[in-house]
């Protein structure tokens, strides 16, 4: 069964940092694209973030590029997001992803439930 | 960047009956194109790819049609569990991008 579980979230000050991972199992998460995507407090989803296999390739929304860096650890089936100079609207749920096609531009075929970051002082 | 808008926002359908929710893109995606449902509180799951494919497990009540810049679902026999929020995404060219959403919601 594929499972992605995220954690890290939290409360954090405006201008703070955070670090966001996501433990994959149930497939060989080496072998997939895998991305994070945000949703604020009752608004639509927005994607965040999007990473090959080998890191060589990593794709960013405009309003947080310079900001946030996607990564991940394929050995241990990890993903990670760093987030810094955090501002009040980055707060949300966020969502990692399994990016169905393994050569990018795919859609997401599987989710996890998401954490909780929260940005105010 | 290719925006994605989704109408009505807001559609309101008896159970059993069908539901057609429309999607637009700011400019041609071919078929590159994905649904999704969420219910509150839930992570979205995939419903439809490729305009028209169900993902694995969707029941045949759900289809998707459309392709270019006009896409729609439609929802046969409306079920309890069909009343959610679904968006619909374009995975042509980045930044991905997903329509605002239409909140299904029982009449």
């Known amino acids: 069964e594929v499972k992605l579980v995220e954690s890290g979230g939290g409360l954090v000050q405006p201008g703070g940092s955070l670090r966001l991972s996501c433990a994959a199992s149930?497939?060989?998460?080496?072998?997939?694209?895998m991305s994070w995507i945000r949703q604020a407090p009752g608004k639509g989803l927005e994607w965040v973030a999007t990473?090959?296999?080998?890191?060589?390739?990593?794709y960013s929304m405009g309003s947080v590029k310079g900001r946030f860096t996607i990564s991940r650890d394929s050995a241990k089936n990890l993903l990670f997001l760093q987030m810094n100079s955090l501002r009040a609207e980055d707060t949300g749920i966020y969502f990692c992803?399994?990016?169905?096609?393994?050569?990018?531009?795919?859609?997401?075929?599987?989710w996890g439930q998401g954490i909780l970051v929260t940005v105010s002082s | 960047e290719i925006v994605m808008t989704q109408s009505p926002a807001t559609l309101s359908v008896s159970p059993g009956e069908r539901g057609t929710l429309s999607c637009r893109a700011s400019?041609?995606?071919?078929?590159?194109l994905a649904w999704y449902q969420q219910i509150p509180g839930q992570a979205p799951r995939l419903l439809i790819y490729?305009?028209?494919t169900r993902a694995t497990g969707i029941p045949a009540r759900f289809s998707g049609s459309g392709s270019g810049t006009e896409f729609s679902l439609t929802i046969n026999s409306l079920q309890s569990e069909d009343f959610a929020v679904y968006y619909c995404?374009?995975?042509?060219?980045?930044?991905?991008?997903f329509g605002q959403g239409t909140k299904l919601e029982i009449k």
């Open positions: 992803a399994r990016d169905y096609y393994g050569s990018g531009l795919s859609y997401f075929d599987y």
């Open positions: 149930g497939f060989t998460s080496a072998t997939y694209w």
């Open positions: 990473i090959n296999q080998d890191e060589s390739k990593k």
């Open positions: 400019q041609n995606v071919n078929s590159d």
């Open positions: 490729g305009a028209s």
């Open positions: 995404q374009q995975y042509k060219d980045w930044p991905y991008s």
